[in-house]
C-alpha cells in the first residue's frame, strides 16, 4: 500500500506520504481534502488567502439550493453523492444538509413538457422524482399563486434540499485538520514553481505585512480556487476558460407566513426549494424570510484580478465575491415574485448583492490535470449542488487513476484551441449565464453570429450554396442537411418515406435527410468528415507507444487500418480509434477529440523520457488537412472517372490505406465507413480540399450524387451498429459491456487495461449496450429512461429513425438479462413508448456492402 500507479494520466508512482497541495478552502478544497485523508493521504496542505472561517469566495454567500436532476448523467451523480456526503458530516445529531426535496413549478405548456422530459432525466441517472398536479403543488408549497390558474403542475423530488455550505467546510476543516490536513488561511499563492515541464511547488505570501514569501514544494497542485481560477491557470500556463459573473440574490423582509410557523434559523426551514424557471427564479426560506435568485438580468461579467482578497474581517456583508446590489436589474424579478408568491406583497427587500459564480463556455466544470503542466490539477466553475461529487471524482483520479463517473465532458482537454481564447470565453459563458433556466434542445446551436463559422472545412462555400443547415460542435460548422436535395423528395420510394414526427424531434431535423440516405444507400453521397480529429504519429517510437494504448494489434505491415479502442487502467473504454499505417513510421490516427491528444501526447513524452530511442512525434493535422466521406453503392464508379489508380478490391481491400490520386491531387483513401457503403475516407491538404470536392461532384452528375448531412449520418451509422464514443459508451464501460469486445486482439497483452480485462467477456458482463427497435416509430432523442418490467432499468444512448429499415432506432444501457426480443419501454415527454431488444446490426449484418461484395 506504499505507493498507487496513476496509470492513466501518466504519473510517476505516487506515494502515500507525498505533499499534496491545495489551493483554496471552500467547499471544493476542503470536501477534495476529506476525500482524500478517507483513502489515506494526510500529508496535505489546503492554503487559502482568505480567512478560513469565510474564505470570501462564491462558496461564502452560495444559497446552498440542490437540485439534482441534470440532463448530464455526470452532473447529477455529483449532486447525488454531495447530497449523501452532506447528509453523512454531522455534529451534535446535526447534518449539514436540509432535506426538504425540491419542486420546479410549470406555468406554461412547454414548462410542463420540459419537466416531463426532465423527469425522464431523474429515472435515468436513478433519482427518484415525481411529476404532480397543479393541486397537489398547492398543497405540497401553499403559498403559490391560487386565483389565476398560474400554476400548471411541476417536479417534485425529495431528496432535493438546502447544503448547509459554511458549516459543511467548518466541520470538514475540523476533522481533516485532526486527520493531519494542514490549512494556512489569509496566504496567498504567488506563483507556481515549474521545473521541466512539471509542477514542483507554490510560492505563497501571508497576508500580514511582516509575512515573507516562501515556497511549498509539491508535485501534486490542485487548484480549487473558484472564479479566481484563471489567474492561478496563468500562473501555471494552463488557460481556464471560466469567467465570473455576478448573479443577483436578496432577502425579504420578515414574511408574516413564515413567521408563523419558523424560528429565525435556516434550520427549521420546512418548505421545498422552489424553481419558477418561467422567468428566471429560485426561492428557498431563511427562516421568517425568503431567498430570492435571479437569472433574468443583464450578463454581469468580472475580473477576477480586480477584486480584493478577503481581509481577517471579511463578514456576509463584505467579502470579495460579494458585489453591491444593483436594485434596476432585480425590478423586474421583484414584480414576477410577487405574482408568482402574492405573500411577497407583505414583505419587502431588506437585502440585496450580486454575487460571483463562475461559468464556463459548455456549462461544465473543468476537472483534472492541466494538458499543459504536469503535477497541475485543477477543479473550478464547481457549483455547492456538485462539490462532494466533483471532489470524490477527483480523489479517485489522484489515488487510482480512474473515477467511477465518467469524466470527459469536464476534463480541461475538452477544450478546442479557438475555445480557449478570451473573447469566445466571455461570449459563450455570457449566453450560458442567459440560458440556465431555458428550455434548450439537445442539438440546440450557439446564435451569436461571433461565435459561429470560427471553423469550417474547405467545401464550406459550396455547402452553402447547395443550401446546408449548419449545426455546431467543437466550433466546427456541420451541415445537418441540405436544402437542395428537396429537389429529390418527390422520386423517394415509399419504403424511405419517414413517419410524421412530434414537435420536438422534428427541431433541427428535415425530411431531406431521408432522401440522402436513401441516396447514400443506393447511389453515393459526399459527406464532410473534416471535423474528425486525426492525428499524423511518426518516429522509431511509434509503433511502441500505439501498441502500449490500443487493444488492437496497430502494427501490422504498412496499408493496415486498424479499428481499436483505448481504454484506462480499469478497462474502461477511453476512446474508440482508427489506426492506419500508412508508412513504416507514419501512422494517421483517427481520434475523438483533444482530450484524446493530450493523452497521447502525454504518453509519447513519458516514453521518450523512459528511452530517448524511442521518441515519437504526434502532431495534430484536423487544420490542415480536410476529408471527404466518398460512400455508396456507386462511389467506385465515380472516383474511377477522375483518377487512373486501381480502386479495386483486389488493389485495396476494406480497411486498407493507400496514397492515391484524384484528377492530380494527392489523397490519402482508407477503404472504412460509418455509413455500412463502399466507399473511402479521402484525406488531402486543405489547400486542394476544394478541388477535391468540385473533382468528385462533377464526376458523380451521372449518378445522381448528392451531399449527405449528419441527420442522414447519423441514421446510417445506427442502422450499421456503428458506436459513438462519448455517447454510446465511456469509461464507464468496458468493450465486452459496449459490444466492442471484438475491437481486443486476442492474446494481446501489455497495453493499458489488459490487466483489467483479463477474465472478462460478453458472457460475464451484467450490463450490455443493446440496440432497441420502438415498435410504433415514435423517435426519440437520447438519455430517455428504458423500463423492463415496468421499472426503470436503463437509459438511451443514441436514437433515430431508421430509413433503410423503416423502424425507430434506439441504443440503450440495460441489464444483460434484457435478452434479445424481449420487450421493453422507453418514457418519452410522460408516456410509455413499447419497444423491443434487435438483434444487431439491424442492415447488412454480413457487411456485404461495405465490402463490396
Given at each position: 500500500?506504499g505507493?498507487?500507479?496513476?496509470e492513466?494520466?501518466g504519473l510517476?508512482?505516487?506515494d502515500l506520504?507525498?505533499?499534496?497541495?491545495i489551493?483554496?478552502a471552500?467547499?471544493?478544497?476542503?470536501n477534495?481534502?476529506?476525500?482524500?485523508?478517507?483513502?489515506?493521504?494526510?500529508?496535505?496542505?489546503v492554503?487559502?488567502q482568505?480567512?478560513l472561517?469565510?474564505?470570501?469566495?462564491?462558496?461564502?454567500?452560495?444559497?446552498?439550493?440542490?437540485?439534482?436532476t441534470?440532463?448530464?448523467?455526470?452532473?447529477?451523480?455529483f449532486?447525488?453523492?454531495t447530497?449523501?456526503?452532506?447528509?453523512?458530516v454531522q455534529?451534535?445529531?446535526?447534518?449539514?444538509f436540509?432535506?426538504v426535496g425540491g419542486l420546479?413549478?410549470?406555468?406554461?405548456?412547454?414548462?410542463m413538457e420540459?419537466?416531463?422530459r426532465?423527469?425522464?432525466y431523474?429515472?435515468?441517472?436513478?433519482?427518484?422524482a415525481?411529476?404532480?398536479?397543479?393541486?397537489?403543488?398547492?398543497e405540497?408549497?401553499p403559498?403559490?399563486?391560487?386565483?389565476n390558474?398560474?400554476v400548471?403542475?411541476?417536479?417534485h423530488?425529495?431528496?432535493?434540499?438546502?447544503?448547509?455550505?459554511a458549516?459543511a467546510?467548518?466541520l470538514?476543516?475540523?476533522?481533516?485538520a485532526a486527520?493531519?490536513?494542514?490549512y494556512?488561511?489569509?496566504?496567498?499563492v504567488?506563483?507556481i514553481?515549474?521545473?521541466?515541464g512539471r509542477a514542483t511547488?507554490v510560492?505563497?505570501?501571508?497576508?500580514?505585512?511582516?509575512?515573507e514569501e516562501?515556497?511549498?514544494e509539491s508535485n501534486?497542485?490542485i487548484?480549487c480556487a473558484?472564479?479566481?481560477g484563471?489567474?492561478?491557470?496563468?500562473?501555471a500556463n494552463t488557460?481556464?476558460?471560466l469567467l465570473?459573473l455576478a448573479?443577483q440574490?436578496?432577502?425579504t423582509?420578515?414574511?408574516p407566513?413564515?413567521?408563523e410557523?419558523n424560528?429565525?434559523?435556516?434550520s427549521?426551514d420546512?418548505?421545498?426549494i422552489?424553481?419558477?424557471q418561467?422567468?428566471?427564479?429560485?426561492?428557498?426560506?431563511h427562516g421568517?424570510?425568503?431567498?430570492?435568485g435571479?437569472?433574468?438580468?443583464?450578463?454581469?461579467p468580472v475580473?477576477?484580478?480586480?477584486?480584493?482578497?478577503?481581509?481577517e474581517?471579511c463578514n456576509?456583508q463584505n467579502?470579495?465575491s460579494?458585489?453591491a446590489?444593483?436594485?434596476?436589474?432585480?425590478e423586474?424579478?421583484?414584480?414576477?415574485?410577487?405574482e408568482f408568491?402574492?405573500?411577497?406583497?407583505?414583505?419587502?427587500?431588506?437585502?440585496?448583492?450580486?454575487?460571483i459564480?463562475?461559468f464556463?463556455?459548455?456549462?461544465g466544470?473543468?476537472?483534472g490535470?492541466?494538458?499543459?503542466?504536469?503535477g497541475?490539477?485543477?477543479?473550478e466553475?464547481?457549483?455547492?449542488?456538485h462539490?462532494a461529487?466533483?471532489a470524490?471524482a477527483?480523489?479517485?483520479?489522484?489515488t487510482t487513476g480512474v473515477?467511477?463517473?465518467?469524466l470527459?465532458e469536464?476534463?480541461?482537454s475538452?477544450?478546442?484551441?479557438?475555445q480557449?481564447?478570451p473573447s469566445?470565453v466571455?461570449?459563450?459563458?455570457?449566453q450560458n449565464?442567459n440560458e440556465?433556466y431555458d428550455?434548450?434542445h439537445p442539438?440546440?446551436?450557439?446564435?451569436?453570429?461571433?461565435?459561429?463559422?470560427?471553423?469550417?472545412s474547405?467545401?464550406?462555400?459550396r455547402?452553402k450554396e447547395l443550401?446546408?443547415?449548419?449545426?455546431e460542435?467543437?466550433?466546427?460548422e456541420?451541415p445537418?442537411y441540405?436544402?437542395?436535395n428537396r429537389y429529390w423528395?418527390?422520386?423517394?420510394?415509399?419504403k424511405y418515406?419517414?413517419?410524421?414526427?412530434?414537435a420536438w424531434s422534428?427541431?433541427?431535423?428535415?425530411?431531406?435527410?431521408a432522401v440522402?440516405?436513401w441516396?447514400?444507400r443506393?447511389?453515393v453521397?459526399?459527406?464532410d468528415?473534416t471535423?474528425l480529429?486525426?492525428?499524423e504519429?511518426?518516429?522509431?517510437g511509434a509503433?511502441?507507444?500505439?501498441q502500449s494504448?490500443?487493444?488492437?494489434e496497430v502494427?501490422?505491415k504498412?496499408?493496415?487500418?486498424?479499428?481499436?479502442?483505448?481504454?484506462?487502467?480499469a478497462?474502461?473504454?477511453?476512446?474508440?480509434?482508427?489506426?492506419?499505417?500508412v508508412?513504416?513510421?507514419?501512422f494517421q490516427?483517427?481520434?475523438n477529440?483533444p482530450t484524446?491528444t493530450a493523452?497521447v501526447?502525454?504518453?509519447?513524452?513519458?516514453q521518450?523520457?523512459k528511452?530517448?530511442?524511442k521518441?515519437?512525434?504526434?502532431?495534430d493535422?484536423t487544420g490542415h488537412?480536410?476529408?471527404i466521406?466518398?460512400w455508396?453503392?456507386?462511389?467506385?464508379d465515380?472516383?474511377t472517372?477522375?483518377?487512373l489508380?486501381d480502386?479495386?478490391n483486389?488493389?485495396m481491400?476494406?480497411f486498407?490505406?493507400?496514397?492515391?490520386?484524384i484528377?492530380?491531387?494527392s489523397?490519402?483513401a482508407m477503404r472504412?465507413?460509418?455509413?455500412?457503403?463502399?466507399?473511402?475516407?479521402?484525406y488531402t491538404s486543405?489547400d486542394?480540399g476544394l478541388k477535391?470536392?468540385?473533382?468528385?461532384?462533377?464526376a458523380?452528375?451521372?449518378?445522381?450524387i448528392?451531399?449527405?448531412?449528419?441527420?442522414?449520418f447519423n441514421s446510417?451509422?445506427?442502422e450499421?451498429?456503428?458506436r459513438a464514443?462519448?455517447?454510446d459508451?465511456?469509461t464507464?464501460?468496458?468493450?465486452?459491456?459496449?459490444?466492442?469486445?471484438?475491437?481486443?486482439?486476442?492474446?494481446?497483452t501489455?497495453?493499458?487495461?489488459a490487466?483489467?480485462l483479463e477474465g472478462?467477456?460478453a458472457?460475464?458482463?451484467?450490463?450490455?449496450?443493446?440496440?432497441?427497435?420502438?415498435?410504433?416509430?415514435s423517435v426519440?432523442m437520447?438519455?430517455?429512461?428504458v423500463f423492463v418490467d415496468?421499472?426503470?432499468a436503463?437509459?438511451v444512448?443514441?436514437?433515430?429513425?431508421?430509413f433503410?429499415?423503416?423502424?425507430?432506432?434506439a441504443?440503450?444501457w440495460?441489464p444483460?438479462?434484457?435478452?434479445?426480443?424481449s420487450?421493453v419501454e422507453i418514457?418519452?415527454?410522460?408516456q410509455?413508448?413499447?419497444?423491443t431488444v434487435s438483434?444487431e446490426?439491424?442492415?447488412d449484418p454480413?457487411s456485404k456492402?461495405?465490402?463490396?461484395?
Amino acid at each position: 500500500m506504499g505507493e498507487i500507479v496513476n496509470e492513466e494520466y501518466g504519473l510517476d508512482a505516487i506515494d502515500l506520504h507525498q505533499h499534496v497541495i491545495i489551493i483554496g478552502a471552500g467547499i471544493v478544497g476542503v470536501n477534495l481534502a476529506d476525500e482524500l485523508v478517507s483513502r489515506g493521504w494526510t500529508n496535505i496542505t489546503v492554503v487559502e488567502q482568505g480567512p478560513l472561517n469565510l474564505p470570501g469566495g462564491s462558496t461564502s454567500h452560495a444559497p446552498g439550493l440542490v437540485f439534482q436532476t441534470n440532463a448530464s448523467k455526470a452532473m447529477t451523480l455529483f449532486a447525488k453523492y454531495t447530497v449523501e456526503k452532506l447528509l453523512s458530516v454531522q455534529k451534535d445529531g446535526q447534518s449539514c444538509f436540509n432535506q426538504v426535496g425540491g419542486l420546479e413549478i410549470a406555468t406554461t405548456t412547454e414548462r410542463m413538457e420540459e419537466l416531463k422530459r426532465k423527469h425522464g432525466y431523474a429515472s435515468s441517472w436513478g433519482v427518484d422524482a415525481s411529476l404532480i398536479s397543479r393541486e397537489e403543488c398547492l398543497e405540497r408549497y401553499p403559498h403559490l399563486n391560487k386565483d389565476n390558474d398560474m400554476v400548471l403542475g411541476g417536479l417534485h423530488i425529495p431528496s432535493d434540499g438546502l447544503a448547509l455550505a459554511a458549516r459543511a467546510v467548518d466541520l470538514l476543516i475540523e476533522r481533516t485538520a485532526a486527520a493531519g490536513v494542514k490549512y494556512l488561511g489569509m496566504t496567498t499563492v504567488t506563483d507556481i514553481i515549474k521545473t521541466n515541464g512539471r509542477a514542483t511547488g507554490v510560492k505563497i505570501k501571508p497576508s500580514k505585512p511582516e509575512g515573507e514569501e516562501t515556497t511549498l514544494e509539491s508535485n501534486i497542485i490542485i487548484s480549487c480556487a473558484g472564479f479566481w481560477g484563471v489567474e492561478l491557470g496563468q500562473m501555471a500556463n494552463t488557460p481556464i476558460p471560466l469567467l465570473p459573473l455576478a448573479h443577483q440574490y436578496v432577502k425579504t423582509t420578515v414574511c408574516p407566513v413564515l413567521a408563523e410557523k419558523n424560528p429565525q434559523t435556516s434550520s427549521s426551514d420546512s418548505l421545498p426549494i422552489l424553481r419558477y424557471q418561467d422567468q428566471d427564479l429560485y426561492y428557498r426560506e431563511h427562516g421568517d424570510c425568503y431567498g430570492i435568485g435571479y437569472y433574468g438580468h443583464k450578463p454581469m461579467p468580472v475580473t477576477a484580478s480586480t477584486l480584493p482578497h478577503a481581509t481577517e474581517d471579511c463578514n456576509h456583508q463584505n467579502m470579495p465575491s460579494r458585489l453591491a446590489f444593483t436594485l434596476e436589474d432585480f425590478e423586474p424579478a421583484w414584480n414576477y415574485s410577487k405574482e408568482f408568491l402574492p405573500c411577497l406583497k407583505d414583505t419587502e427587500i431588506a437585502d440585496g448583492f450580486n454575487g460571483i459564480f463562475s461559468f464556463t463556455p459548455d456549462g461544465g466544470p473543468i476537472l483534472g490535470q492541466s494538458p499543459q503542466l504536469e503535477g497541475f490539477w485543477v477543479a473550478e466553475a464547481v457549483w455547492v449542488t456538485h462539490s462532494a461529487g466533483v471532489a470524490r471524482a477527483m480523489a479517485e483520479v489522484l489515488t487510482t487513476g480512474v473515477s467511477t463517473v465518467d469524466l470527459g465532458e469536464c476534463l480541461p482537454s475538452r477544450f478546442e484551441d479557438v475555445q480557449l481564447a478570451p473573447s469566445y470565453v466571455k461570449e459563450t459563458s455570457e449566453q450560458n449565464f442567459n440560458e440556465v433556466y431555458d428550455i434548450l434542445h439537445p442539438l440546440q446551436p450557439r446564435e451569436r453570429p461571433s461565435v459561429r463559422n470560427l471553423r469550417t472545412s474547405p467545401f464550406f462555400p459550396r455547402q452553402k450554396e447547395l443550401g446546408a443547415m449548419f449545426l455546431e460542435a467543437g466550433a466546427w460548422e456541420r451541415p445537418m442537411y441540405f436544402e437542395s436535395n428537396r429537389y429529390w423528395l418527390p422520386l423517394l420510394p415509399e419504403k424511405y418515406k419517414p413517419p410524421v414526427r412530434d414537435a420536438w424531434s422534428s427541431r433541427y431535423y428535415s425530411e431531406v435527410s431521408a432522401v440522402e440516405a436513401w441516396r447514400t444507400r443506393e447511389s453515393v453521397a459526399m459527406y464532410d468528415m473534416t471535423p474528425l480529429r486525426r492525428l499524423e504519429v511518426t518516429g522509431p517510437g511509434a509503433v511502441e507507444l500505439l501498441q502500449s494504448l490500443c487493444t488492437g494489434e496497430v502494427g501490422r505491415k504498412p496499408g493496415a487500418v486498424t479499428y481499436t479502442l483505448m481504454c484506462n487502467s480499469a478497462g474502461g473504454v477511453r476512446s474508440d480509434i482508427t489506426v492506419a499505417r500508412v508508412e513504416q513510421e507514419l501512422f494517421q490516427v483517427g481520434v475523438n477529440g483533444p482530450t484524446d491528444t493530450a493523452y497521447v501526447l502525454g504518453e509519447a513524452k513519458k516514453q521518450r523520457k523512459k528511452d530517448p530511442s524511442k521518441w515519437v512525434d504526434v502532431r495534430d493535422i484536423t487544420g490542415h488537412t480536410c476529408c471527404i466521406g466518398l460512400w455508396g453503392p456507386r462511389a467506385r464508379d465515380v472516383v474511377t472517372k477522375v483518377s487512373l489508380n486501381d480502386w479495386s478490391n483486389k488493389a485495396m481491400g476494406y480497411f486498407r490505406v493507400k496514397k492515391m490520386r484524384i484528377g492530380g491531387i494527392s489523397v490519402t483513401a482508407m477503404r472504412v465507413s460509418y455509413v455500412g457503403e463502399l466507399g473511402w475516407e479521402l484525406y488531402t491538404s486543405a489547400d486542394t480540399g476544394l478541388k477535391l470536392w468540385d473533382l468528385l461532384w462533377t464526376a458523380g452528375q451521372e449518378f445522381g450524387i448528392i451531399a449527405g448531412g449528419r441527420g442522414a449520418f447519423n441514421s446510417l451509422r445506427l442502422e450499421k451498429g456503428y458506436r459513438a464514443w462519448g455517447t454510446d459508451m465511456t469509461t464507464e464501460h468496458d468493450p465486452y459491456e459496449a459490444g466492442v469486445g471484438f475491437a481486443i486482439k486476442k492474446g494481446k497483452t501489455g497495453y493499458v487495461g489488459a490487466s483489467a480485462l483479463e477474465g472478462r467477456s460478453a458472457e460475464t458482463a451484467s450490463k450490455k449496450l443493446r440496440c432497441l427497435t420502438i415498435d410504433d416509430k415514435s423517435v426519440v432523442m437520447g438519455k430517455e429512461p428504458v423500463f423492463v418490467d415496468g421499472k426503470p432499468a436503463g437509459y438511451v444512448t443514441s436514437a433515430a429513425y431508421g430509413f433503410t429499415i423503416e423502424k425507430s432506432i434506439a441504443y440503450a444501457w440495460l441489464p444483460s438479462s434484457a435478452e434479445e426480443e424481449s420487450a421493453v419501454e422507453i418514457e418519452y415527454f410522460g408516456q410509455r413508448l413499447p419497444a423491443t431488444v434487435s438483434a444487431e446490426p439491424l442492415y447488412d449484418p454480413e457487411s456485404k456492402r461495405v465490402r463490396g461484395s
